[in-house]
């Protein structure tokens, strides 16, 4: 039984395709980044991944139609100077309990190893105590020679230093057992607000890294309307969390 | 392995049935008035679902018998002008885990599926800081031309505004993976008590939408009892919180 | 793959057992009656059931020699004046998870139907604020004709009164399914003690169901050993507490 | 399907080994013992160990280079003066959830049992209050004839006394009902700092047992380059925390 369940919108061939991942996570910052690049550069949808492991509930998109919790696969062909093939995880959402977390990071490495994948970028935020006018990107890699291409591109390295939670460190753990090299781009960050900044700096980092070019400036747009998506999630929470504690919480477990 | 175990009790042939899903929620208020409508409608059982994800216990029901937690499926035949067929999904519980959830729902629309199911309604309450006179009926659907019906029935549409969680949300969401068409009504309640007037309100919706008449006079008695119930076992388990408060928490997990 | 791991030591046929759970729970009431009819009738071992859904760990028994987290099935043959066979269920935990708590239920009933059982009784502790001199037996039942019974008995009939929750409800709810009759004793208990005279009063009413004498002389003498391995156990884990209050906690998550 | 994925880095042949089970735990004592043993002796690597239970993550190591969060065992030939082969089993987390301590000790025990033990060590730490200048070991086994080895070497026998929870419990739970002889040595600590006295005092109590030399000279060095590790991994988690409380909780579940 597969964790993952990967629906195939479109047969493609790709030629050694670079990997990147980003889950939503601290301050979006990955998610934003990949979804602004997804935008930009015109990739096609090729695959919807759907799991048990996802939270057990739907979103309200606008004019009140429905849309599942979800991971999408992107593609794009002939990107940059290099002529790089590229697929883009992106999502709504990551698995909820640890071992679905590795399941269902096992069962979409599995599928885009399928395409011929040799590398890997997973992008995320990084904590840091008090928003800075130009955030900086932190790195973490699989192996030397990838570290030296992160300090190649001025990103500072992270050395004996904590971990990286989630999807975006268990597809290089993953990926680091069955040969496939990677790095972590990690963009300095509050995460408490949807940081635009901190996604436009590592993205600008992997179009250094890749060798492409690409116009950030709509960026901050994307990042606004994402905020107003969750003050408003947000706020539905907070007005539920207060009947919780004036009245019978239990009532409160589900909507619908 | 399934997660939903389910008992056949009668066989049964339907044209096209819609399914409804009204398990327990945000005050009772799906529950409510689907429990109901089985009862003035006189629909006839013909499944019981057990899962291990439900919760580990059983209840006592009147005269001491004891009853398990469990979902059932009700049909109708013939509703209303336009003599629809009907499959209801009622029950005392919902899956306590988040995987659990998933996985008891796919079985459940898999199996309500066989019968030829390609519309679905599912009802649930909607948090409200304070009661009010005449709550409010919000919609949400899978597609735009359902949307439209909800509009014409009154409905509000809420629009890109949180999640619906649990039950009412899941089959939706797996609904629209399988080509199958479906709203969620839900009924404005505060969610503290057993909420009548607002199960009433998503009757009422729900009878405009299928074109059937239904009485709602005796909603109002079947609240104060399932208000009684639900007293009772508040008691009993804040009985118990006193005392885990008071001794060793660790000897109370279990009655029994 | 069973979640219980169910070990037979011994080869047994008994006719038409009537199965007997007490695993430890509210005021250790129904293990407390279980082990020391086990003892004074001279029970024998014949099953030892392990599962992953059991706490991760061992016990330090007498003289440093550890024991495993278990349930045992115990067997008496021609007991009392209706010569019963008896299958009684005892051990020193109950699943963790409320999925393990389900499927090691279901596992074992599944076991003991081997042996014939049609007939099976419950035992625990029901929540009191109070200790109370001469504790009641409440009961509840799968079927009127057994709460008949225990009406007889002298049993108070709990109605429309809450839940049982783990072993002991689970039991009763998967024999209903299977047409197995039972009941569930519960001793009142305030629950935060080993509770000898509750644990007396249910064992004095189940000798009466099942017309068979024994001497309960004993029982105080063995709550007074559970209490002294329980107090141990509990300083134990209140020195790990204290120190996980001033130190790192993440530290102290195991020992070993 | 396993729990624990075992990948096997060198074939190898062992007479009657005895298995030594050091994984992370209170103080860390147990894991700086056998780390500390595996260097002096210079044992060998032969398998890894992965798993779906374990932590959703990876670390980030020495210049930036990115590691798994894994089990390892090593081996050793010929140690000591009775000529002793060794399994250790070491590694830097263990398994999250109750069923997956279990599963992913019953997958290695499994697996190790194929190279023939027949006797087991699970090492660990034991919570006191205070730090104390000398601490000593205690100890428990799966019979009587090992409690004897035991005391002869002057460990304190532990007796009636609570359980050991995790790994260093499982193995030993596990070995029990497969006829495998085993003990635990716990030594003595505060179990909030990383204790090296108390590593070498279970060290020296194995070197006994098992007739064999080490120097611990080094012990000091090693424990304070894991201080120092971990003190930047609390920092850093700290940090979060900080955030956490001062903005949106939930997009700080992820780094990355």
Redesign the interface.
Known sequence: MNTAEI?ILKEIELENPIFIEA??????V?KLAADHMIDELNATKFAEI?S??????????????????LNELYYLKDVGEDNLDLIVLVGNT?A????????VC?DILDFVKGYGITRMF????????QPVENPKVY??????AT?EL?KEAGIE??????????????F??LG??QGIQGA?L?GET????IDAESAEAILKKLSLLLNFEINTDKLDERAEETRQ?IA???Q??Q??I??AN???AD??????
């Open positions: 629906n889950l939503p996570g601290l301050g979006h990955g759907y048990p492991a996802f939270p057990p509930q739907v979103l309200i998109k606008e004019d009140g139609i429905i849309g599942n919790m990551q909820l309990s640890p071992e679905g977390q590795y399941l096992k997973t992008m995320g935020g990084m904590a840091i105590p790195g973490a890699a699989s192996d030397e570290i992160l390295i992270r050395s004996n230093d904590g971990g990286i939670v989630g999807a975006s460190g268990l290089l753990g680091i057992r972590c990690m509050p995460g408490y607000f998506m408003k999630a947000q539905m929470e007005d539920l207060n009947k004036t009245g019978n009532d409160l477990r589900y909507i619908g």
